[in-house]
């Protein structure tokens, strides 16, 4: 299992960031926040290394003089890590408790490793309560866009929607569309296609494959999409083809997929689509 996972990590360019570079250890001096990553990419709490393991960590961890909202985040992540969800839970609502900072933490741990939409919202709110005016980041996306993928998650697509603009347009503005990650335009489609708008969803799908490093096989399978909700089967169809030979091009590549964990569109996703 360690040795699988391991070359899981060192060919997983998303888990550079969460890293810093180590190749497939999170160690006991990183952050809550790259361990909230890991178990985030994942998202299977059961597959996570530690480098040291759960158990050495928590043992560490107990020698600890100080208890703090770090502290105890740490402890919380590691039961987690071991399906103790029950006292990984209580942990990580007593780390809040004590230092508002693990808010954001909370929220991440809620939304996607435990997958309770209404307290990751709670959480993410709060966290973005702190700094009023000012949409927060964790390195990789504003809190804004996590927040939106909560209410998507629940079904609140016009909420999904406001939460997703405030980090694309305030970045756009700031910097220039180009400068924002596509896969928050593809998230935005996704609620624009969930609410019948295919022309919006159509302009931001457009944005995002201005913006991917490569051939996105996401993008097109939500163009996809897109076109038949405008009545442009041919289209659609023709974008599903390109979806399928980049799918195909990209695994010879050694590029991973599928290419967003928050919107996963495999090569049979997009076989079931052909074939309708």
């Known amino acids: 299992m360690k040795a699988s996972l391991l070359l899981f990590l060192a060919i997983c360019p998303l888990l550079a960031y969460p890293q810093r570079g180590r190749v497939g250890l999170i160690r006991p001096g990183d952050s809550t926040v790259e361990l909230a990553w890991l178990l985030t990419l994942n998202r299977n709490t059961q597959t996570v290394y530690w480098g040291v393991g759960p158990k050495k960590m928590l043992a560490r961890l107990d020698t600890t003089a100080a208890v703090t909202g770090e502290t105890l985040s740490r ?5 987690l890590t071991q399906g103790d969800y029950e006292k990984g839970v209580a942990l990580l609502e007593k780390s809040t408790q004590i230092d508002p900072k693990q808010y954001r933490n909370a929220g991440s741990v809620y ?14 709110n709060a966290f973005d309560a702190l700094t009023p005016g000012f949409d927060d980041t964790d390195g990789i996306y504003p809190v804004s866009y996590h927040k939106g993928l909560a209410q998507r998650n629940l079904g609140h697509h016009a909420e999904a929607i406001r939460e997703f603009s405030i980090g694309i347009d305030s970045l756009a503005k700031k910097h220039g569309a180009e400068w924002v ?20 969803a159509l302009a931001d799908l457009e944005q995002a494959a201005k913006n991917a490093t490569s051939e996105s096989p996401l993008v097109l399978f939500y163009q996809a999409r897109a076109y038949r909700q405008m009545g442009r089967p041919t289209d659609a169809r023709r974008a599903l083809q390109d979806a399928q030979f980049f799918w195909q091009a990209n695994r010879v590549k050694g590029i991973t997929q599928p290419e967003d964990s928050n919107n996963p569109v495999t090569e049979e996703d997009i076989e079931a689509e052909l074939s309708n």
């Open 75 to 79: 402890k919380a992540m590691a039961y």
């Open 111 to 124: 939304l996607y490793t435990l997958r309770d939409y209404d307290r990751a919202l709670h959480y993410l």
């Open 181 to 200: 990650n596509y896969k928050q335009y593809v998230s935005r489609a996704i609620a624009y296609l969930a609410l019948q708008q295919p022309d919006k």
